[in-house]
């Protein structure tokens, strides 16, 4: 079995976050020749699934930097859930320092009402501070953000820790540096958190044993795929687990360079359709071979 895993945002998501005609035309082929594709992404299941809906393909689902796994048939098969103790330490600590953050558990993603303010206010300080600057990405980056499926808005967080289900990730964001880095050191010292990015303004926060690699690792026995016959392909820090397991492992042409220079190959864009090249060359790869 020859197993493809594909980040969603930067990588298959093109800036408008959709899934190119190319890039679905790209995956179903792949399919049909026999080649499991599972999207691996830090996104919530539900919300990830509802893309793929829009798109019409039909996968394993990797959700939640790892913490969670859905088979094609939308039955979950694997999840690890935080310590509510350090859900709770973790979202006292961000409303102390005044961070915005969203909670994504099995049902929901949970912010509290006035968290979004946070979010503006920084982007006013920025405009004011560096009027010279050009804002358009940060108001990109807000608006995919919201544009997530599933947020349930609380009045106080405390509502949040009231809920009996199972918290997946915690995700910081903010356009404030200083306050980014802030968070950094506030959670580093907790060794039972996993902590990785995915973007430029994001923090994201989840069990230790959390990651796409690992995640990827546990699908491994039940799907019978060995890892020699794998690529993987992503763009950013949250790859970072499961471009090291992959034999193939694919920067995106917008990728960071810290993940270009660990991977092998580096593919187009994500909107030049950098993932369907990806996946032909793989084919081809294989091909060649046989
Ligand atoms: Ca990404």
């Not at 689902?61 to 048939?73: K, L, M, R, T």
């Not at 106080?156 to 540096?177: P, Q, T, V, W």
């Not at 880095?181 to 060794?191: C, D, E, R, V, Y």
Request: charged share 25%; hydrophobic share 40%; proline share 1%.
């Amino acid at each position: 079995m020859k197993l493809i895993a594909v980040d969603l945002d930067g990588t298959l998501l093109n800036c408008r976050n959709e899934i190119s005609e190319e890039n679905v035309k790209a995956i179903k082929y792949a399919q049909s020749k026999g080649i499991e594709v599972i999207i691996a992404t830090g996104r919530a299941y539900f919300d990830a699934l509802s893309i793929c809906k829009r798109a019409g393909i039909s996968t394993y689902v990797i959700s939640d930097n790892g913490a969670a796994i859905h088979c094609p048939e939308s039955r979950q098969i694997f999840s690890i859930a935080m310590d509510k103790g350090d859900v709770h330490q973790i979202i006292r600590l961000l409303e102390e320092h005044d961070l915005y953050y969203e909670v994504f558990t099995n049902n929901a993603i949970y912010t509290t009402l006035n968290k979004r303010e946070v979010l503006q206010i920084e982007m006013d300080k920025i405009r004011i501070e560096s009027p010279e600057l050009d804002i358009s990405p940060l108001h990109q980056a807000a608006r995919t953000q919201f544009s997530q499926s599933g947020f349930v808005f609380v009045n106080n967080y405390i509502e949040i820790l009231e809920k009996d289900e199972k918290y997946y990730k915690i995700l910081a964001f903010s356009f404030d540096e200083a306050k980014r880095k802030t968070g950094i050191n506030l959670f580093n010292s907790m060794k039972q958190l996993s902590l990785v990015s995915s973007g430029d303004y994001n923090l994201e926060i989840s069990s230790k044993y959390t990651s796409k690699g690992n995640a990827l690792e546990r699908l491994a026995p039940i799907l019978g795929f060995s890892f020699e016959n794998t690529m993987a392909i992503g763009d950013s820090y949250n790859d970072i687990s499961m471009l090291k397991k992959a034999r193939y492992n694919v920067a995106m042409g917008n990728a960071k360079d810290d993940i270009k220079e660990i991977c092998d190959i580096v593919t187009s864009a994500n909107d030049e359709n950098g993932v369907a090249h990806a996946i032909y060359k793989f084919i081809n790869i294989f091909k060649s071979a046989s």
